[in-house]
């Protein structure tokens, strides 16, 4: 699983959020908010990773809805490697900042 981990983790390079589930391309239901950079910490156990720190979004719709994450390899276009729905916060804030402060992987099956 460290294979897939560390292979994952260089790929997907690039966060975007949605206002509502993204689709089969991951390009439907965009927030207005730009695509951020993702820094990935280490690998450990069986291929486990997490944020080594936030991703900080500006420029959502004041107070609007934040549904999803996405995976790209690149700050526009690129390859789509999945949706993440998030929860507990799920709106940006009045200034149309969002931060998403925890994304874990973890390489265990059930």
């Given at each position: 699983?460290?294979?897939?981990?560390?292979?994952?983790?260089?790929?997907?390079?690039?966060?975007?959020?949605?206002?509502?589930?993204?689709?089969?391309?991951?390009?439907?239901?965009?927030?207005?908010?730009?695509?951020?950079?993702?820094?990935?910490?280490?690998?450990?156990?069986?291929?486990?990773?997490?944020?080594?720190?936030?991703?900080?979004?500006?420029?959502?719709?004041?107070?609007?809805?934040?549904?999803?994450?996405t995976l790209w390899s690149a700050?526009?276009?690129?390859?789509?490697?999945?949706?993440?729905?998030?929860?507990?916060?799920?709106?940006?804030?009045?200034?149309?900042?969002?931060?998403?402060?925890?994304?874990?992987?973890?390489?265990?099956?059930?």
């Amino acid at each position: 699983m460290q294979l897939a981990a560390n292979t994952l983790r260089g790929a997907a390079l690039y966060g975007q959020l949605h206002t509502s589930a993204a689709g089969a391309a991951g390009t439907s239901n965009l927030t207005t908010a730009a695509r951020q950079a993702i820094t990935w910490a280490a690998t450990s156990g069986l291929g486990n990773f997490g944020l080594a720190s936030p991703i900080n979004f500006t420029g959502g719709a004041a107070s609007g809805p934040v549904y999803s994450i996405t995976l790209w390899s690149a700050s526009t276009a690129g390859t789509f490697y999945g949706e993440l729905p998030l929860t507990g916060d799920t709106a940006f804030n009045a200034s149309g900042q969002y931060n998403v402060t925890a994304l874990d992987m973890t390489g265990t099956a059930t």
